[in-house]
T-cell receptor
Framework: SAVISQKPSRDICQRGTSLTIQCQVDSQVTMMFWYRQQPGQSLTLIATANQGSEATYESGFVIDKFPISRPNLTFSTLTVSNMSPEDSSIYLC????????????FGPGTRLTVL | GDSVTQMEGPVTLSEEAFLTINCTYT??????LFWYVQYPGEGLQLLLKATKADDKGSNKGFEATYRKETTSFHLEKGSVQVSDSAVYFC??????????????FGQGTTLQVKP
């Protein structure tokens, strides 16, 4: 399976600021996704990161709040904009490799705390 | 829409006890089914998967069988260890007409194994 890294691993931010999370994969992948895991909760898909085009957002998530980039087949960023304490969560990227049609592998996550 | 329901936790067992975590799903198509595990402070790891009816996924002593007739994918292990303490997530992939590839997760079940 692909090796996935995320930066930063954790951060503490002030409300009103923005944080950009990076997801790097060691091999080219077909699909990349971003999920949010609120404290004590399950995972919710934010969006599918599309290479070279705008991301596809799930209901309840908008581009102004969570802009996403995917400039190539190994890298994506998620920005959490104008943060509030409700944005405190773990943010995870996941990928589907070229050898698999639907198995997703997850990065280690970014633990975000907003004060 | 598609959904996944897991038995509620937390589940507390003694070492070497038998484990079952129930998972049932609702899907319009023929999804792949997954179990992921999240150890404390870490991201999600794929534990096992099954892609069609009657398939059995297995890994690290854990097993789950894809039961189409009961729409279930229960996780079992014959003898748990303290190191199995984690949160377990059942998930299905959207392979229906939209085939977005996204995962739909259950709410997660916390397992605590005591020595």
């Amino acid at each position: 399976s692909a090796v996935i890294s995320q930066k930063p691993s954790r951060d503490i931010c002030q409300r009103g600021t923005s944080l950009t999370i990076q997801c790097q994969v060691d091999s080219q992948v077909t699909m990349m996704f971003w999920y949010r895991q609120q404290p004590g909760q399950s995972l919710t898909l934010i969006a599918t990161a599309n290479q070279g085009s705008e991301a596809t957002y799930e209901s309840g998530f908008v581009i102004d709040k969570f802009p996403i980039s995917r400039p190539n087949l190994t890298f994506s960023t998620l920005t959490v904009s104008n943060m509030s304490p409700e944005d405190s969560s773990i943010y995870l990227c996941s990928v589907v490799g070229r050898s698999s049609t639907d198995t997703q592998y997850f990065g280690p996550g970014t633990r975000l705390t907003v004060l | 829409g598609d959904s996944v329901t897991q038995m509620e936790g937390p589940v507390t067992l003694s070492e070497e006890a038998f484990l079952t975590i129930n998972c049932t799903y609702t899907a319009t198509g023929y999804p792949s089914l997954f179990w992921y595990v999240q150890y404390p402070g870490e991201g999600l790891q794929l534990l096992l998967k099954a892609t069609k009816a009657d398939d059995k996924g297995s890994n690290k002593g854990f097993e789950a069988t894809y039961r189409k007739e009961t729409t279930s994918f229960h996780l079992e292990k014959g003898s748990v260890q303290v190191s199995d303490s984690a949160v377990y997530f059942c998930a299905l992939s959207d392979r229906g007409s939209s085939n977005t590839g996204k995962l739909i997760f259950g709410q997660g079940t916390t397992l605590q194994v005591k020595p």
